[in-house]
């Protein structure tokens, strides 16, 4: 799921009951992660494949480069909340 929170896209995940909001914008070109294909804890960019781990913004084949953004999240009371730097 994508969604707007004032000027920031977020890609939203929920796996295992847990739920997991990073930047929309892949670091490699700016693809639209919440269009990727999520196996596990791993979404793929639709655009050229880079993978990155929902709960860490890592990338998953090379660690070492920029992550994508993380944000907390809450549920409560079936809404989430999400806190922006």
């Not at 070109?29 to 804890?41: D, N, S, V």
Request: glycine letters at 12%; aromatic letters at 8%; hydrophobic letters at 40%.
């Amino acid at each position: 799921m994508v969604a707007n929170v004032g000027d920031t896209m977020l890609a939203l995940f929920r796996i295992e009951g847990r739920c997991y909001a990073i930047a929309n914008a892949c670091p490699h070109k700016g693809g639209p992660l919440g269009e990727g294909e999520l196996k596990g804890h791993t979404v793929t960019c639709p655009w050229h494949g880079w993978t990155w781990d929902v709960r860490t913004g890592t990338n998953v084949r090379m660690p070492a480069l920029k992550k994508v953004a993380c944000f907390p999240l809450v549920e409560e009371n079936g809404e989430l909340f999400v806190e922006l730097d």
